[in-house]
């Protein structure tokens, strides 16, 4: 008998990839230029050349044994160590190569950081407004997801909320700064009182409560700024990273958990990792992208054109008179829709071959998602079809 | 507080491992290319220029989007298609691209055939020698291995011993051929044997029981003669693959599912994969590999290396009086041991240089693992020094 549980999973399609799949289809009747094709998440901007150079020369002159062989279990050590001090050069802290665990992507990441402190009916709390693969991610490795409402005014905290939730059966918190959808990069003060509260009730609990810290936008931050570092805040933090983004690399599945040495046991954790990795069917990220990401682990890709495509469209979206909080990073924006039902919104901005997300599936209705991470021109010529939607449909 | 299991589990060392460690310590004492180091199955030969090529023209000249850009769930579609055709090419199969889930080696390939056809607690069936990882493969996906015992005379399958331990909780039976440890090949009657059985019991249990196929050594078979394709043998069969042996890259993390179409529902289970995937953060295997495999997808490395390494241990060791299966394929041989405690044996070889591992860990004791997937002439020096330590220790 096959799984019921995944079979019943794939007539449950989801939200994002339906309206994707919607666009690509109108693409071929309009062509796809035509369709202003916000739904979907995908790096633009090019890989940086060094990248592809590194991954050549790996290929052409590195030693065939460690490009092409098994890599050890807690990954290349050599990775691990460039990883590390990359982290310290610009986070201030004090990895060593044995707290970082390199790991297929973000979410092979995360798959291990809640195996890592969870067991089986533990609850992780996140914050809304959330991607909401976190949803099967926890589930299908039996924890609980614990929601906390989102702070819709600047997509910080709610502490009131959180405090209304927090109880002994938590034993992990799940942030994701710079926020997808939100756009809204945590400030210190947040991350501050975040700790406080963490390490408050660890004691009232008993028990450590863990922060595991999806960072996949960490590089993309706007206005010259740079996004607090989450695990500076707090001991007990577990980061989730994923070059995806930073590198425009989202087809190398590479990324790694780092573990706060501050905790006192992260050499140990990292050998953990190794261990759930057997049950999962992980093993190592491609020995190939280990070996091109640690040469390449100061540089991003030129993501100037995010910001670009930030201020047109903020500007654009105040204009015509949304409430919106300014992104201070990542490639999306999640402002209100303009009437309550954003999956009626939504489906109505489709006539305009404008195509956006509802903020349902995120935890936060009333709101939709724009992923700008599309040609700054094709942004361009979204705002003349945004604002015949908008005059349409809601000014008359 | 950290999962206890996973915490316990790293204190208990694989035995493999502990003497690749031991060979690579002594390596540095006395020099690596003087320890006869037979621990490891890490191919040897190798990597097709035609391989190291397509890697580099899908970097330099292939489509970014493509190369770098997130694959869809269920994997890249010309790749999958690219292993439906070569597949029905060469065993007379009928999948299409929809049978196919490329996935992250074979081990990420099981970690998705086990949650597609058991449910917790549910019974899986292997037969020694076997792969020890199929412990923590089965059990930390909260499955059953049961184990049936070796038929040591040739290392098919008993079938009076299968008999025996079948059940109504059995949803899956794990094969391994050709097999690490012994070398066998199962051959067409063994597979029709097993197939008439399984069919007969599905339906005096009135439920499916999957066969799941693990075939990272397909195609290293010697004597001229190819492995019988399990599938062709029984319709409810899961294949999975790697191509860490055949194309000797085993870091690039790359293989895949095929499900017999004659099963009815190969497709959904293909989308089912993708379901999997979420809950355990495997994702797709990298995209360059994906579309790199595609390209050589009739190709192996030279693998002809390992049949005069299987031929000279063969006759070395019937020479020294070792009672041994000639192996029909892999790159490794399984002999008894010439005393009874496989361990004993194994730790007396170690003071001539001589690295086994001992077949306890492959549920079959009395006998020991060579992997001759090293250097000919390493093989041809370390036969005087077995000769050595057989008759320093067991001709007085």
Tied chains: 1, 2.
């Excluded at 590390?84 to 979410?107: C, E, H, K, V």
């Excluded at 983004?245 to 990292?270: D, F, T």
Aim: proline residues 6%.
């Amino acid at each position: 008998m096959l799984s019921p549980l995944y079979q019943k999973m794939i007539s449950g399609k989801s939200v994002i990839r339906e309206l994707s799949e919607y666009a690509t289809a109108r693409g071929r009747q309009i062509g796809y230029e035509n369709v202003f094709d916000f739904s979907l998440g995908n790096p633009s901007v090019p890989v940086p050349q060094a990248f592809t150079d590194a991954c050549v020369r790996l290929l052409t002159e590195g030693d065939p044994h460690l490009v092409h062989g098994y890599s050890p279990t807690a990954g290349i050590p050599q990775v691990k160590d460039a990883i590390a001090a990359s982290l310290n050069r610009r986070f201030g802290m004090n990895y060593t190569g044995a707290d970082i665990f390199p790991a297929i992507g973000a979410a092979g990441a995360l798959a291990h950081a809640f195996r890592l402190v969870c067991q089986p009916h533990d609850e992780i709390v996140t914050f809304a407004p959330y991607f909401s693969e976190y949803n099967p991610y926890v589930e299908l490795a039996d924890y609980k997801l614990t929601v906390v409402p989102a702070d819709t005014k600047a997509f910080q905290i709610d502490f009131e909320k959180f405090a209304a939730i927090m109880n002994p059966n938590v034993t992990a918190i799940l942030i994701n700064t710079p926020n997808n959808p939100s756009g809204a990069v945590y400030t210190a003060e947040t991350l501050t009182e975040l700790a406080r509260i963490l390490t408050e009730k660890s004691q009232e609990y008993g028990h450590e409560i863990w922060l595991i810290s999806d960072e996949p936008y960490r590089e993309i931050v706007f206005d010259g700024k740079t996004c607090p570092y989450v695990s500076k805040f707090y001991a007990n933090t577990i980061s989730c990273y994923s070059f995806s983004k930073s590198l425009s690399i989202p087809g190398g599945r590479i990324g790694y958990v780092a573990v706060n040495p501050a905790c006192g046991k992260s050499a140990m954790m990292v050998q953990m990792c190794g261990q759930i990795s057997r049950g999962i069917g992980h093993n190592c990220p491609t020995a190939l992208m280990q070996l091109a990401v640690a040469e390449c682990v100061d540089l991003t890709a030129d993501l100037s054109v995010y910001e670009t495509n930030r201020n047109l469209l903020y500007e654009a979206l105040t204009d015509l008179g949304f409430s919106v909080v300014k992104p201070d990073g990542t490639f999306y924006i999640f402002p209100q829709s303009l009437e309550e039902d954003a999956v009626a919104f939504c489906k109505k901005a489709l006539a305009y071959d404008l195509v956006f997300v509802p903020g349902n599936g995120f935890a936060c209705p009333g709101h939709f998602r724009m992923a700008y991470c599309i040609d700054t021109e094709k942004v361009e010529r979204s705002i003349p079809a945004l604002k015949k939607f908008v005059e349409a449909e809601y000014r008359n």
